[in-house]
């Protein structure tokens, strides 16, 4: 579902790639967690995915990253849309209308969708994130958990096949992680997205994932596996 092949990406000014050849397969419909010391990469490596380096962030790409076979150098975020949803550790960073439901529609009004598809997508995920209760709340009302649920509906009603999350649950009070966690293990088994998550808290997540992704040092390749083989490096 996602490839890298031969990736390297290099930001201005800097002394050393921030990513450096790293050749990886991500397989669709599971939760991979990614890995690695502060610094390393993998916010670089997040953003490669959703096209955001190298089109936002500055960054020279060599090499090539695909998703569902779409090229990140010739598709802007904006043309990953429908396929990539992303969201990062401050939830209230992301937010551009007021409410619940609001939020939940303004990611799918660039796609071009029929009012009534609209509606029901908004339904559905309100049902499946466990908001419906929550609907007509100003947004800075809610919880942490119950906001960064907001930021993953947010992206979930264009139905996009990979999501991906930079330390989604940082921000969060353990309980508010669960029930993140468990939101997106329920999206990577009923609707069979691929989940792609950095996160350096653990002992947190590790449980949840499929596969783990860990880039060991700056400039070393990433080593992928089950997550108790990876644990073991
Ligand atoms: P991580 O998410 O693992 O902490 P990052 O991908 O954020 O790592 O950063 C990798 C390296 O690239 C770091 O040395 C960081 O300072 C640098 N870096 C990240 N983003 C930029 C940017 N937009 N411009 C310049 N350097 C950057
Ligand atoms: P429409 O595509 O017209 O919005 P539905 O809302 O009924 O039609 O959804 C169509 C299919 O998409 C359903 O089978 C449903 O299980 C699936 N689906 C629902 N939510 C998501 C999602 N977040 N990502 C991918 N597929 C989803």
Do not use: N
């Amino acid at each position: 579902m996602i490839r890298f092949d031969q990736v390297s990406v290099t930001y201005d000014g800097a002394p050393a790639p921030a990513l450096a050849d790293v050749t990886l397969d991500i397989p669709e419909g599971e939760l991979v967690l990614l890995v690695g010391p502060s610094g390393v990469g993998k916010s670089t490596l997040l953003g490669c995915v959703s096209g955001l380096v190298p089109h936002f962030t500055g960054g020279t790409l060599s090499g090539s990253v695909t998703v569902a076979g779409r090229d990140t150098r010739t598709h802007r975020p904006r043309d990953l849309a429908d396929l990539v949803g992303t969201v990062g550790q401050d939830p209230a960073a992301h937010f551009v209308t007021d409410t619940v439901e609001d939020e939940l529609a303004y990611g799918m009004e660039s796609l071009g969708l029929p009012p009534d598809t609209m509606r029901r997508r908004v339904e559905e995920t309100l049902d499946l994130l466990g908001l419906a209760d929550l609907r007509d709340r100003p947004i800075a009302s809610l919880s942490g958990g119950q906001q960064q649920r907001v930021a993953i509906g947010s992206v979930l009603t264009p139905h996009p096949q990979v999501l991906v999350l930079d330390e989604p649950t940082s921000a969060l009070d353990p309980a508010a992680a669960e029930e993140v966690l468990a939101v997106l293990q329920r999206l990577v088994h009923d609707l069979g997205t691929t989940v792609l998550m950095a996160e350096h808290r653990l002992e947190r997540v590790v449980q949840y994932a499929d596969q783990v992704v860990l880039l060991p040092g700056p400039g070393e390749p990433p080593v992928v596996g089950a997550p108790a083989d990876v644990m073991a490096v």
